[in-house]
């Protein structure tokens, strides 16, 4: 009797995985140098190739820029995430992000390994789902608890 529990419950979990395993993910690739570097080197000749949001933390601290390609059929939602709206607030934005942290660029890929745009970021772990195909989400950045009293 208790070999037959063990038994489905394992089962259950062996089923729960392949189907969690079997939804798309979104994938962060580390970009070296290739075309989204240029996005953080020179953002105002980029400006009009991507629509920009930015993960800002109390205290006006930028944590994280997202890079969406206007050009393709593709989106990432940014949720909770502040739009940027002209190329020299980028810019400044990327200078207080590179502010006593080692940012990297990664490309955001979707499950088809397509490229959605680019993340510039030193805050691991964030938050995202794949909504569809064409369709990314980012979740709000959170900022890490401070200490207690």
């Not at 140098?33 to 933390?57: D, F, H, K, L």
């Not at 660029?105 to 979707?110: A, R």
């Not at 369709?135 to 608890?145: A, I, L, N």
Request: net charge positive; charged share 15%.
């Amino acid at each position: 009797m208790l070999n037959q529990r063990i038994f489905r419950f394992v089962g259950l979990g062996v089923l729960l995985a392949a189907a969690l395993g079997c939804a798309g993910i979104v994938k962060l690739q580390r970009e070296e140098r290739g075309a989204g570097a240029t996005v953080v080197q020179n953002p105002s000749t980029q400006w009009e190739r991507y629509t920009t949001y930015a993960a800002i933390w109390p205290g006006s601290r930028p944590v994280a820029l997202l890079f969406d390609l206007r050009s393709d059929d593709r989106a990432i939602l940014a949720e909770g995430w502040t739009k940027v709206d002209n190329p020299a607030d980028a810019a400044s934005l990327i200078g207080g992000l590179q502010a006593g942290q080692s940012p990297r660029l990664f490309q955001v890929l979707g499950p088809d390994g397509h490229l959605f745009g680019y993340l510039y970021t030193a805050v691991p772990g964030l938050q995202t789902q794949v909504v569809d195909a064409k369709t990314v989400r980012f979740y709000p950045v959170k900022p890490p608890p401070s200490p207690g009293p």
